[in-house]
């Protein structure tokens, strides 16, 4: 099945930044739940696995060939990099900005909105799940 549009809630989060790391994928498209995923990345730092879980979600969309796909992140950081409103300065966030970017590349249109902690919490429950599960 295709789908014209899917609205995507990501969140990515280390216990001691650096730290055990796991990330946690919601993709909905309107109303129905059309994925869930979460995995344990190991050791990184709450920015990288904000940008790793932005990267899952991109490879499981690509499955499903959404035409246009809404992020949803609260990482503020994160998404006005994404957005290009800040320069990513970090080398180590550099190569997972450009993943990103390159992975956008195959959708018609990706746009990134920051919403409070309290809308992504299930992507939040995915992320503490996955730490749980790999350490």
Same mark, same amino acid.
């Given at each position: 099945? !295709?789908? $014209?549009?899917?609205? %995507?809630? !990501?969140? *990515? *989060?280390?216990?001691? $930044?650096?730290?055990?790391?796991?990330?946690?994928?919601?993709?909905?498209?309107?109303?129905?739940?059309? *994925?869930?995923?979460?995995?344990? %990345? *190991?050791? +990184? !730092?709450?920015?990288?696995?904000?940008?790793? +879980?932005? %990267?899952?979600?991109?490879?499981? +969309?690509?499955?499903?060939?959404?035409?246009?796909?809404?992020?949803?992140?609260?990482?503020?950081?994160?998404?006005?990099?994404? $957005?290009?409103?800040?320069?990513?300065?970090?080398?180590?966030?550099?190569?997972?900005?450009?993943?990103?970017?390159?992975?956008?590349?195959?959708?018609?249109?990706?746009?990134? %909105?920051?919403?409070?902690?309290?809308?992504?919490?299930?992507?939040?429950?995915?992320? $503490?799940?996955?730490?749980?599960?790999? !350490?």
């Amino acid at each position: 099945m !295709t789908y $014209n549009k899917l609205q %995507i809630f !990501t969140d *990515g *989060g280390a216990r001691g $930044n650096p730290g055990p790391a796991g990330i946690g994928v919601v993709i909905w498209s309107g109303n129905e739940l059309v *994925g869930r995923h979460k995995k344990y %990345i *190991g050791k +990184a !730092t709450n920015n990288q696995a904000e940008y790793k +879980a932005v %990267i899952l979600a991109l490879e499981e +969309a690509k499955k499903l060939e959404p035409v246009e796909l809404e992020f949803f992140l609260d990482s503020e950081l994160v998404v006005k990099q994404l $957005n290009r409103e800040y320069k990513v300065k970090d080398k180590n966030l550099a190569p997972l900005f450009v993943q990103v970017w390159n992975a956008s590349m195959g959708f018609k249109k990706v746009t990134f %909105i920051h919403v409070p902690r309290e809308k992504n919490k299930d992507a939040d429950k995915l992320v $503490n799940e996955a730490i749980d599960l790999g !350490t």
